[in-house]
């Protein structure tokens, strides 16, 4: 029988120069449900599918708020991400003592980045299994970034990880040039119908198992720019946005809706 | 013959003297600054319109003697912030080091350099106000460590929303902010003349950048009339949106010492 | 044992270097200086619990010896919001005395709360908050914060609270209290005007039959004239109060800011 005697610790080299353990742990984030991060040039945001392990059971949280201008979406083990949670939450509290500041969604993200690689070099330790998206707003603007278990951090204008997730990714890509100039709502549309493109035939969206989470820079009448918090929208907050891409309507939502979205740019609008 | 083994290879006390092992004592009481050594004297500084202006004498006394007289005491950050030390000045060196390396971090952090052209090249990078929120922490940490930094630190340039902004902390790490700011000596002088041309913040974003210099080219002749650790060679600052402009070889001019003629009642007089 | 008198060093036979005692300590008339920690800057705060609000409110002075550092120094804190302008915040904090420590006691309380809300997915209530807060100020009973804190909000059942603590975290929850430089002439004012002491029922009697006014919940706009009232006369009396009274006003709509001019002498 093949047995792999390269995959017992995440110190040892296969001779292909591949880390098997590494290799594992991006494999859970595969098997957490699929989330979608987009940004924009004024807002980001963050919609995922939430899965409950049986009928009776509660759904399984995806988004977190981090700090008032951050928020993740995990897939993976949610265990772990709790860890990586809390320890994004403290040095956003940090930062935020000692600068005064927002910090700034790059360096927190490398933050996370630097940590989750220690665990693939140090014997007896085990990568975080859970992949992230980071959203959040700082002074340079809206940010998406993505976080693998092998510490691995990129700046991203959308992306899906998760099961299923390249659906989803095939959706963004054709947006691709879209996503820019898209105001907040379009975002969300953007996201959710992302997120339609994973599900399986017969599942659809509903307030359940829908997630929605969003951060931006909100422009007042007087020019100046403030940061709308990172807030999670779940249950029947969602049902205007899943009633906005359901089937019946997806064929008109174009380009009129994204230039009529564009218009409220920046408004705050709690549905 | 001694016969105590302890005494073996020792000195004798009454050839050398008793053997001074103090220097053996590492784990002894900790030093820390009980008293400033070299100081250098008033910090004066100025919003207006559009910008701070921020002043002080390029001396550094040691006592009542006039030691170095080529010390600077302002130093630009990042070209947007101006930071002013009165106080000891070997602490101040200690804190310049520390800012430059702060600066050089900060920099490497966010750099726009290769972005779009539409994010300014100091965007993301720490503003006067959270330069200042950094120093009151590490003043504050080291006076609750009783090893305190002893000076009055005066920061001046912008906060996050582009207004201009100047505070101080002091060495046991109190922070105020007021249209007008002096250390030392300069609080007795200085700070009325600059209060009666910007009692509150609306009188001072009255003032054009040309009288805010003058009052304080015109203070810093009042310093150097009444103080005794004061120099006639100053350094003036002024912090713009544009950045800093810095000149460091500044001459008191039109000095009129006619006033001191009629001083009576120190000391010996004949008449 | 004549010996061990002997100032002849032959007599206790020689002495060797044995100890590793420093020689000596301090040169002769040395003074130890001693850097210290605390500053008072002066200033004064105030509280009162109404039936459904809570007033709160500081002077804005900020003073070191007889100089004015600042006229506009606040001493009112909207504490445990969700986001870092405090918008939805629902408790004040005043604290009076060294500002350093101030700033400090009132960041801790404030990232305590954001922790509780993180940890909870509620805010914190006044009483739990004003519990934590005397236990922030007891942990450094032995470096104190040097502040006179007092703790505003809406208690469970909507009515006014007040609690006011000493350096060290003694606190009790009480109608009213005053802090800091001018506390010893605003508060027989208060204890005068807001619990009627020594306000009697007139022609109730003599002596001991004197009838005790009785007491009554003040409305708002009667607590905001004395809170106006008792600065005025703290800044007439005292040099370290003046500039500026920064009030705040508790209700369960939220918390109203107010700024009013107080003498600058």
Known sequence: MFRNNYDNDSVTFS?????????????AVKQGS???????????????????????????????????????????????????????????????????????????????????????????KRPYGVGLLVAGVDETGP?????????????????????????????????????????????????????????????????DNTSVGVTGTATAKDGSTSVEPFQVFDQQDVAAWIESVADDKEAGAGEGEAAAAAEGEGMEVDP | MDHRPQAWGRPRDDVYGAYDASYLHTNGPKTATQSPIVTGTSVIALKFKDGVVMAADNLASYGSLARFTDVKRLRPFLSTSVVGFGGDVSDMQFLDRHLTELAIDE????????????????????????????LSKLMYRRRNSFDPLWNQILVAGFDS?????????????????????????????????????????????????????????????????????????????????????????????????????????????TV | MAAMFSQNPLMNGPNYSVNDAPRATAPEGARQHRFDPYTDNGGSTLAIAGAEFTVMAG?????????????????????????????????????????????????????????????????????????????????????????????????????GAVYSYDPVGSYER???????????????????????????????????????????PLSRSEVEVLVKDAFDGAVERHIEVGDGLQIMVITKEGVEEVLLPLKKD
């Open chain 1, 15 to 27: 001779p292909q120069g591949r880390i098997f353990q590494v290799e594992y742990a991006a494999e």
């Open chain 1, 34 to 124: 699929v989330v979608v991060g987009i940004a924009s040039k004024t807002h980001a945001v963050l919609v995922a599918i939430k899965r409950n392990a049986e009928e009776l059971s509660s759904y399984q949280k995806k988004l977190f708020p981090i700090d008032e201008h951050v928020g993740i979406a995990i897939a993976g083990l949610t265990s772990d991400a709790r860890v990586l949670s809390n320890f994004m939450k403290q040095q956003c509290l940090g930062h935020r003592l000692t600068y005064g500041r927002n910090m700034p969604v790059r360096t927190l993200v490398d933050m996370i980045g630097s940590k989750a690689q220690i665990n693939t070099q140090h014997y007896g």
């Open chain 1, 143 to 207: 940010h998406l970034f993505e976080f693998q278990p092998s510490g691995m951090t990129e700046e991203m204008v959308a992306f899906a990880i998760g099961a299923r997730s390249q659906m989803a990714r095939t959706y963004l890509e054709k947006n691709l040039e879209s996503f820019a100039a898209c105001g907040r709502e379009e975002l969300i549309r953007h996201g959710l119908r992302a997120l339609k493109e994973s599900l399986v035939q017969d599942r659809e969206l509903t307030v």
């Open chain 2, 107 to 134: 920099a490497y952090e966010h750099d726009n350099t290769s972005s779009s052209s539409e994010t300014p090249a100091t965007a993301g990078q720490l503003n006067a106000a959270n330069l200042h929120k950094y």
């Open chain 2, 161 to 269: 929303s582009s207004t201009p902004f100047l505070a101080s902390v002091d060495l046991r790490g109190t922070t105020f902010t007021s249209p007008s700011l002096a250390s030392g000596f300069g609080a007795m002088l200085a700070q009325p003349i600059m209060r009666r041309h910007a009692a509150t913040e609306e009188d001072a974003a009255k003032l054009t950048r040309d009288e805010a210099v003058a009052i304080v080219r015109e203070c810093m002749k009042v310093l150097f009339y009444r103080d005794a650790r004061s120099l006639d060679k100053y350094s003036i600052a002024v912090v713009t949106r544009d950045g800093v402009e810095l000149s460091e070889e500044e001459q008191l001019e039109k000095q009129s010492w006619a006033f001191a003629e009629r001083i009576r009642g120190y000391g010996t007089q």
């Open chain 3, 59 to 159: 002077d804005t002075r900020l003073t070191s010896g007889y100089s004015i550092n600042s006229r506009h120094h606040p001493k009112l804190f909207k504490i445990g919001g969700t986001t870092a302008d405090q918008k939805d915040a629902t408790i004040v904090l005043s604290v009076v005395g060294f500002a350093a420590d101030g700033e400090a006691l009132k960041e801790r309380l404030d990232t305590i709360c954001k922790m509780y809300r993180y940890r909870h997915g509620k805010p914190m209530s006044v009483k739990a908050c004003a519990q934590r807060l005397s236990t922030i100020l007891y942990q450094k009973r032995f470096f104190p914060y040097y502040a006179y804190a007092i703790l505003g909000g809406l208690d469970e059942e909507g009515k």
């Open chain 3, 174 to 216: 009480e109608q009213c209290r005053a802090g800091g430089a001018a506390a010893s002439l605003i508060m027989p004012f208060l204890d005068n005007q807001v619990n009627f002491k020594n306000q009697y029922v007139p022609n109730s009697g003599e002596g001991h039959a004197l009838q005790e006014r009785e007491r009554r």
